[in-house]
């Protein structure tokens, strides 16, 4: 596969909602309340797009496989954890993970991971911090065989999650 990593456009807003909508109603299958609270919606994407945060996975054939919201430096929550982080140097925030229902289990979540790697080396930083629901066994699972480390609970909106980081070297 010849899959390219890149700085989502307004042009793509809706099909990026479409992925996340879908991945709202799997979670809300798995019994989740996970992003079952009116999060993310399309306001939430495009104002990922508008700040230059969202990122997409795209095919060979230009169709968007996933998406992902990078943040550097800027979750305010994770101030508050319960716990510890791993480092207290500057890092960069997943957000807003999402496949294509069509592409889930072909391993595009790993493959937007290790292009953050790379998009956090190249901006030589060497945290990544990230958080999900405690039952979101698809994301706790590849946090696990990725290398990230559990630190502890965060909240959002109510509801405690589960933060992890990785530190690359």
């Known amino acids: 596969m010849n899959n390219t990593f890149a700085l989502a456009n307004v042009n793509q807003a809706n099909s990026i909602w479409d992925i996340i ?6 979670r809300k299958l798995d019994n989740s309340n996970q992003w079952q609270d009116g999060y993310p919606n399309l306001d939430v994407i495009r104002k990922d797009i508008q700040q230059n945060c969202g990122y997409v996975l795209l095919g060979s054939n230009q169709q968007i496989l996933g998406y992902v919201a990078l943040k550097i430096n800027d979750e305010p929550q994770y101030a508050n954890i319960k716990g510890k982080w791993l480092s207290t140097c500057d890092f960069v925030v997943i957000h807003r993970l999402a496949v294509a229902k069509d592409q889930i289990g072909k391993g595009v979540a790993k493959q937007i991971l290790q292009h ?32 990230y480390v559990y630190c502890g609970q965060v909240v959002f909106r109510g509801s405690e999650r589960m933060a992890f980081e990785k530190i690359l070297k």
């Open 116 to 147: 953050v790697e790379k998009f956090v080396l190249d901006r030589q930083i060497y945290s990544i911090k990230a958080d999900t629901n405690f039952d979101n066994q698809p994301m706790l699972h590849l946090f696990d065989k990725l290398g």
């Open 21 to 26: 909508q879908d991945a709202i109603y799997r």
